[in-house]
């Protein structure tokens, strides 16, 4: 009976080829975009995550202001009281440049603070690059390598960025390596210097967060500047996330819903072809049964032959 039962399902599989591939190759696209749905939604939150510890720098605490947007920026005169704290105010903003299709991360920083925090390695090589002299007039920019090579500016060139009161001729004064915080955004990433960043951008006297560099046990630094600071301030650990990372997974999640959509057509697919591939062995089942086999047997082939098919299907798009 076995043996019946095996020709039973390898006739009707040879019998229809096309049928077969088609179901198997169901499986394998339903199982293939599902999974590498998720692998990319997995790879980009960890790269979303080392940018935002890529911006934080080597900060351990961040000041942020608990109920409006912003700080002052004299706030950094009562941080500066704290003892064992470095402080280093950050004015984070988003820009654009005429001509550039892709947007431009724009940090204003304090030059005099910034060093223990973050690397901005301005040397190429034995050759530094940097222009002393753009400092001493007009609004100055330090741009990543990658981001001067796609714009075509060379040190000492210039180039437009847009602001509240329109386009704004900027002075590249330094290019730096695509290393530590300069990797991310593909390159897209410029600093200038905070007080030329707060007036162009009309955000004189504030600045995003303040970022804190403690001397000995983290947890006594954050204690004392609660203390100093008083309840309108938030001291905590620099995120794990921003609103930019959290609205771009949201979005990304979203797609492994059409991966799930297109497993439930692979499993559409798998059905109609064993209700048809049932009702066109009716005689073979009717005379199988008729010689003694059971209904457990016969569901049991069928059962066993489609799952081999999604096994294969599953396989073939995972290997």
């Avoid at 790269?47 to 002052?72: D, H, N, Y």
């Avoid at 403690?214 to 600071?229: F, I, K, N, P, Y």
Wanted: with cysteine; charged share 20%.
């Amino acid at each position: 009976m076995r043996v019946l039962l095996s020709y039973f399902s390898l006739r009707y599989l040879r019998r229809h080829p096309i049928r077969v591939f088609l179901s198997v190759m169901s499986v394998a696209l339903g199982v293939a975009l599902f999974a590498s749905i998720d692998v990319s939604n997995t790879s980009t939150e960890a790269a979303f995550r080392r940018t935002v510890e890529q911006l934080a720098g080597k900060s351990q605490l961040q000041v942020v202001k608990g109920r409006s947007l912003g700080v002052e920026e004299e706030l950094l005169k009562k941080i500066d009281a704290v003892p064992g704290v470095q402080a280093a105010p950050v004015l984070q903003l988003s820009a654009t440049v005429p001509g550039l299709s892709e947007g431009l991360l724009l940090m204003g920083l304090d030059f005099n603070r910034e060093a223990s925090f973050r690397l901005w390695d301005v040397a190429e090589g034995e050759k530094p690059q940097i222009n002393p002299l753009a400092f001493l007039g007009g609004d100055v920019i330090l741009v990543s390598r990658s981001f001067a090579a796609k714009r075509g500016v060379k040190l000492g060139g210039g180039f437009k960025i847009d602001t509240p009161t329109g386009p704004r001729p900027v002075t590249v004064a330094a290019i730096f390596k695509d290393e530590g915080p300069a990797e991310i955004f593909g390159g897209n990433v410029a600093v200038m210097p905070l007080k030329t960043a707060q007036r162009l951008f009309r955000r004189q006297g504030s600045v995003d967060r303040i970022e804190i560099l403690a001397q000995g046990d983290v947890g006594e630094a954050a204690r004392r500047l609660r203390e100093a600071l008083g309840p309108d301030y938030i001291v905590r650990p620099p995120p794990q996330s921003n609103s930019f990372l959290d609205e771009a997974m949201t979005r990304l999640r979203a797609l492994l819903g059409i991966g799930v959509v297109a497993l439930l057509v692979g499993i559409f697919i798998i059905y109609n072809s064993v209700s048809i591939s049932v009702v066109e062995r009716m005689r073979e089942i009717g005379t199988l049964r008729a010689i003694g086999a059971t209904r457990r047997q016969i569901f049991g082939v069928i059962l066993l032959e489609w799952t081999l098919l999604g096994f294969l299907g599953s396989a073939g798009c995972l290997g």
